[in-house]
């Protein structure tokens, strides 16, 4: 039997194996905490618990509810398909309270490495070669969702976990992805019966209900061009298009600015904005460093090489 208690208390073991350590988060459907797996089979010690909130209203709490399962029947679908994305470890009830279970990912969010949240001067904006390295990272995190045919519908700064030690991005909360083969197709057009996301990196067609897979291009996007301005939401501005008013404050090359307009072109269809991760990948390739050395070196006599190159 649980506590009626708001939180969960230090000390609180969960199926006589989770061992409540301390809350970290809270959002509006749920809490995060930390804690210690006893058992030590797949976590290795220290896990993140996510709790159900209670809600009064009967609606809040069926989304709330839909919102929670489907994070938990999308990771236990991602299974170990990609390490940058959370493990699933466990999904149970108690007393009508429903936990998930998932890999902690030790590092802080992007929007605490960006400074997002503090004023102008403050914030950290990221070398070009440093922003190329994030949204790479991210992008392959993305091919393996939708090759899996599941859009994650969230993704922003709060759901990118850095890890200094290794320089990795983690992408978490899948509380928002939908999964295409559960829904049926009509005209080759993606119906769902809920808008959820997040406003700022929500496209328009996303907004409407109606998303895609490059709507999660459309909000890398977004995540990026805020790594290289140090813009915030409330900083955005935009055309009479629609589009945000951002290049003039990015210190990057005109290949990239290329690349990250085109993620978040307000029109989704091919002739603007990118289809497919593979297709910003590709054009990602001329920005990399070692494509530029080969590069070089094709043009080099092999004397030449030798000085620069051993």
Known sequence: MLSNSKYLKKGTTLKRRYQILKLIGEGSFGYTYLAEDTYETDSQGIVVIKKLKS????????VARKKFISEAFSLRKLGYKHYQIPTLFDFFYIDDEFFLVQ???EGINLAARLNLNFDEEYRVILKEEVAIDLLEQLLNILQCLHENKIIHLDIKPLNIIWREKDNKYFLIDFGCVKDISSYHLIEDQIYFPAILGTPYYMPKEQSMGDPRYNSDIYALGIVVIQAVTGLNCIDFQYDINGQLIWQDKA???????????????????????????SQVLEDLKSLKPENSLKAIT??????????FFG
């Open 251 to 277: 210190n990057i090359s005109s290949k990239l600015k290329k690349i990250l307009t085109t993620m978040i072109e307000v029109d989704y269809d091919e002739n603007c904005r990118y289809q497919t991760v």
């Open 298 to 307: 094709k043009l080099l006599p092999s004397s030449v090489k030798s000085l």
């Open 55 to 62: 809600h009064t209203d009967n609606q809040v709490r069926e």
């Open 103 to 105: 890999e902690y990912i």
